[in-house]
């Protein structure tokens, strides 16, 4: 087994690696990536690697794996993980989570996104050579010791029809929510857009929903995001947009509309792309009730710093530490108990 200080030094050193790759390098990289998947433009693929080195810092890393017991593990298991493919490198986290902890991983990436994951896969091996015999990229998933796998809540049932058997980590579809005073600065309401409109609002830390104390700060939140109108030059983007519009005009469904993005009154959580729930809340008790009946299905909450509970600070959404795991389900003690 490769010694755990080695493991850590090789994601460190790749965290490294990818803040510093050379622009030629990286605009062959996400043009590959984009060929693949039209949703990874090369905006999104900036945004995810800057996440990826911003994680892999050595003091964010040393931190996060100081409470975890490594010498737990005497015997090295094949984790099979089934990766999604919604933002870029979204299988990242789970991949160094099976390595760190001492175990091979058998994975099978997402069609939408290997192109990133295999450049990945193959820098890291340059770092660490010993990691060749622990990572192996399958397109079959049978017979493992233990399974991670992540999608939506109808392919959870799937998974956890052939993986139940066996240990398994199994993840269900979850979005995000910001909540607002209604004293939000400029600064602070470009903050939640970043939160909104990066990735095209495809990640499960993308707000889809946010909970106002009046319905016409609705509007003020539209007017203030102008700077984003950008998105709509994405044909993909546009295309939901001009499909969300149609729907609701037909329907005669009350909504908001500032040319990009629609806003509709809605008590479900997740918003098709382009669109943003938004809800009134009565006072704080109201907010509170309304935030736990649904917190398992909401990934992060975005808030004025210390306003509520375990919240990220507006614009801080899409820039998760390694400790911030999916479905807030601790992948590492996982893996060290099997």
Avoid at 53 to 81: A, Q, T
Avoid at 186 to 207: A, W
């Amino acid at each position: 087994m490769i010694p755990f200080q080695n493991r850590l030094n090789a994601f460190i050193q790749l965290g490294k690696l990818i803040a510093e790759i050379p622009v030629e390098e990286k605009e062959s990289l996400f043009r590959r990536a984009e060929n693949q998947n039209n949703w990874f433009t090369s905006e999104s693929c900036e945004k995810a690697f800057s996440g990826l080195s911003f994680m892999l810092e050595s003091n964010r890393m040393e931190e996060w794996l100081r409470s975890y017991d490594f010498s737990k593990i005497k015997e090295s298991k094949d984790v099979g993980v089934l990766m999604a493919g919604n933002i870029p490198a979204v299988g990242f986290h789970d991949f160094m989570a099976v390595l760190l902890s001492g175990h091979s991983i058998s994975a099978k990436l997402s069609s939408a996104d290997s192109v990133l994951m295999n450049w990945l896969i193959d820098q890291l091996l340059k770092i660490e050579p010993e990691f060749k015999d622990l990572i192996q990229v399958s397109e079959m998933l049978k017979g493992k010791d233990a399974y991670i796998a992540t999608g939506s809540d109808n392919s959870s049932r799937y998974f956890q029809y052939y993986f139940g058997k066996y240990p398994s980590l199994i993840r269900q579809n979850r979005t995000s929510v910001a909540v607002l005073k209604g004293n939000e600065t400029l600064e602070e309401l470009q903050g939640l857009g970043e939160d909104v409109f990066t990735y095209f609002g495809l990640g499960c830390r993308n707000v889809s929903k946010v909970y106002l104390p009046e319905e016409k700060y609705a509007e003020r939140l539209l007017d203030s995001w102008n700077s984003f109108s950008g998105i709509a030059n994405h044909h993909k983007y546009h295309n939901n947009y001009e499909y969300n519009k149609s729907i609701y005009l037909v329907n005669g469904e009350p909504h908001l509309d500032n040319g990009f993005l629609l806003m509709k009154k809605e008590t479900a959580l997740v918003s098709p792309i382009s669109v943003l729930f938004f809800e009134v809340y009565q006072d704080e008790k109201d907010l509170i009730e309304k935030l736990e009946s649904q917190k398992d299905k909401i990934q992060c909450i975005v808030s004025k710093p210390g306003w509520i509970q375990g919240s990220v600070d507006f614009g801080a959404a899409q820039n998760p530490g390694p400790q911030d795991y999916a479905d807030g389900v601790d992948t590492l003690d996982f893996l060290l108990n099997l």
